[in-house]
Nanobody, 124 residues
Framework: QVQLVESGGGMAQPGGSLRLSCAAS????????IGWFRQAPGKEREGVSCINTRTGSTFYTDSVKDRFTISGDNRRYTVYLQMNNLRPEDTATYYC?????????????????WGQGTQVTVSS
């Protein structure tokens, strides 16, 4: 079972930036879908962005397109989420997750390994 550890969360002002990191261990990350999900209190877990570590293809939910960028560094077994132009609505606990290569970023149930989460708070 791949193990995932998130870091990089914190507080940011609206319009600010944060960079989240997801470090993987146990298995190489280049044959998985690695996703970033977020969950705010009282809301369902939402797929934010995913990357196919085999092909490099990416997915972004509409609300973060052109603001967030997902990338992977296979050498370091790490996936990043660069978050720019943050909005208060981005406030949530962010989780990284790993799933089979055919996982859907819109279906959290298909991801079998999850990190512990990192809190992102956007406020003035």
């Amino acid at each position: 079972q791949v193990q995932l550890v998130e870091s990089g969360g914190g507080m940011a002002q609206p319009g600010g930036s944060l960079r989240l990191s997801c470090a993987a261990s146990g298995f190489p990350i280049y044959n998985f879908i690695i996703g970033w999900f977020r969950q705010a209190p009282g809301k369902e877990r939402e797929g934010v962005s995913c990357i196919n570590t085999r092909t490099g293809s990416t997915f972004y939910t509409d609300s973060v397109k052109d603001r967030f960028t997902i990338s992977g560094d296979n050498r370091r077994y790490t996936v990043y989420l660069q978050m720019n132009n943050l909005r208060p609505e981005d406030t949530a606990t962010y989780y990284c997750a790993a799933g089979p290569i055919d996982s859907s970023c819109q279906g959290p149930a298909s991801f079998g390994s999850w990190g512990q989460g990192t809190q992102v708070t956007v406020s003035s």
